[in-house]
């Protein structure tokens, strides 16, 4: 007798990973697999902890009976996402992005089941419909759909008007909604997801589809992790917690997790293993038995 698949929206509630989500999400999810994807920043040739939330939502997805697809952002990473930012970064060379692609790709292998089958996951890298696409074809077809106004609505360009915002910082939200019509209209992706930083670009997609095709389109995110003293996850006083042992220890790596706090352990253990809520509630019943163990931290190590 086969297992029934999980319902995706009430994993990701129970685990405490559910912050935005457009209506009907929930119902196109329940009408059988559908093709999901999240963007990751190339900005380095490892992904951090703190995209590990990102790759875990597309795990739970793939467990949950669907497609994920992961887009590595080769055109995005040349201009500059604004949200969640206080200056604009640094932009990247191609050969600097190549790399860091395929450092990333490695990495996501490892979580994610890339064999042929219902689920199987994909990789896209945006830089394959963006590198033939001139500046006066994109504001032809592309920006005429949406209206200044609706750009500067959102939280991630209202929060750097003081500071300065260019122009290149500005149209991200235009290049990013492009990459959500352009995998509805090829690849018959349906819904994005991203960390709540995200929610005005993602839903910038979103309407992309409807205007320029009268199509429909989904959303949802994830909360941003934050430790229980405020300070920000994935960063310690020394620097970033990456996933390349080159670049970060296994003993810093495993330190890290080990030396979490009670109150932190217990948010990691939903977000970044697949154990089940009867298995994560007898764990922390049993955490708190013997706290000195460190039972928690240690289990947030494994699958």
């Not at 329940?30 to 990751?40: D, L």
């Not at 994920?68 to 206080?86: E, F, H, I, N």
């Not at 959102?154 to 290149?168: C, I, M, W």
């Not at 009867?278 to 928690?296: F, G, S, T, Y």
């Amino acid at each position: 007798m086969s297992t029934p698949a999980l319902n995706f929206i009430e994993e990701l509630k129970w685990r405490g990973m559910l912050q935005d989500m457009m209506p009907g999400t929930d119902e196109l999810l329940k009408k059988g697999p559908v093709k999901g994807y999240i963007g990751f920043d190339p900005t380095s040739d490892s992904l951090g902890v703190g995209n590990l939330v990102q790759v875990m939502i597309l795990l739970h997805f793939q467990r949950c009976g669907h497609q994920p697809v992961a887009l590595v952002g080769g055109a995005t990473g040349m201009v500059g996402d604004p949200s969640g930012k206080s200056a604009e970064r640094n932009l990247l060379s191609e050969d600097i992005l190549n790399a860091n692609l395929q450092g990333q790709k490695k990495q996501l292998e490892k979580f994610l089941n890339f064999t042929a089958g219902p689920t199987q996951a994909s990789i896209v890298n945006n830089y394959d419909w963006f590198k033939n696409f001139n500046f006066l074809d994109f504001i032809r077809d592309v920006g005429k759909h949406i209206t200044v106004n609706y750009m500067m609505a959102k939280d991630s360009v209202k929060s750097r008007l003081e500071s300065g915002l260019s122009f290149t910082e500005f149209s991200y939200q235009l290049v990013q909604g492009y990459d959500f019509y352009y995998l509805w209209k090829h690849q018959g992706v349906k819904l994005q997801m991203g960390g709540s930083d995200q929610w005005g670009n993602i839903t910038t997609g979103t309407e992309l589809i409807r205007r320029m095709e009268g199509g429909e389109a989904f959303a949802l995110t994830t909360p941003l992790i934050k430790k229980a003293d405020g300070t920000k996850f994935g960063k310690t006083e020394s620097g970033n917690i990456w996933l390349d042992p080159k670049k970060t220890s296994p003993y810093k790596f495993y330190q890290f997790w080990l030396n979490s706090s009670d109150e932190d352990s217990k948010n990691y253990i939903r977000i970044f293993t697949t154990k089940s809520q009867e298995e994560v509630l007898a764990l922390e019943e049993e955490h708190d038995l013997a706290p000195n163990q460190r039972l928690l931290q240690k289990q947030s190590l494994r699958k």
